[in-house]
């Protein structure tokens, strides 16, 4: 919803705001028919806050309307973790093509983003150099940017036989992961044609989230014994709380 109209910036008053944050947390989007989570809401929040901010600076209102604003709380809920015959049984139901992805997320732990812009110069013998991710550009465009945090760029261990599971070396500028056309793969595609169906197969309820792997992977290696902040580093985490 647009906050604004035809009204100037020094016509929007608080009512204005919370009206907003009001419609903006309940009113389905129309790709998701789910209201926008609360952490959008407060990312645009903080746009909208910001803007109201410069135009107190720049002597066009008196005060920032957006500042103190409630806004809706985190839904928090449970974690939802995988068991290792519940992974086994995913990896199992996935498509050929996507088996190697799936095995290499629940391996690894990296992010999406991460690991579908992964190209052959990343990997190593036992070891996979992060340093960039797939960022949303304007639209639906997609874009090569930096990893999501500033510990996102990282080398990360892992084994010779993970390695050898993504299956033959490309040129080291291909992606190690693309669609049956040879393009970066979509999460749209590959949710729907895919990560779906496979959950299904192996009669996985609730279904889990794709991101649900990072938090397998994570799992799996503290009852393997390993040391927490070695976690956090493979991660890419800023804060080891995370």
Sequence with gaps: ADITGDVG????????????????????????KRPPAPK?????????????????????????????????KPRRHELDILTDAEFVALWSAMSDRYKPLVWLLGAT?????EATALQWRHI????ITVSQAWKHGGGSRRELGEPKTAKGYRRVETTPAVIASLGERGPDNAFVFTSAAGAPVNYQTFYAGHWKPACEAANLHPRPTIHGLRHWAASYMLSQGADIYEISRALGHNDISV
């Design 9 to 32: 910036v020094d016509m929007i008053d608080r009512a204005d705001i919370e009206a907003w944050v009001k419609h903006r947390s309940t009113t389905p989007t129309k790709r998701t």
């Design 40 to 72: 959008t809401v407060a990312n645009e929040h903080g746009l909208i806050s910001t803007i109201m901010e410069h135009a107190v600076r720049r002597g066009h209102r008196l005060d920032n309307p957006a500042k103190g604003v409630r806004l809706p």
């Design 109 to 113: 732990g990296l992010r999406w983003g």
């Design 124 to 127: 190593g013998r036992d070891t």
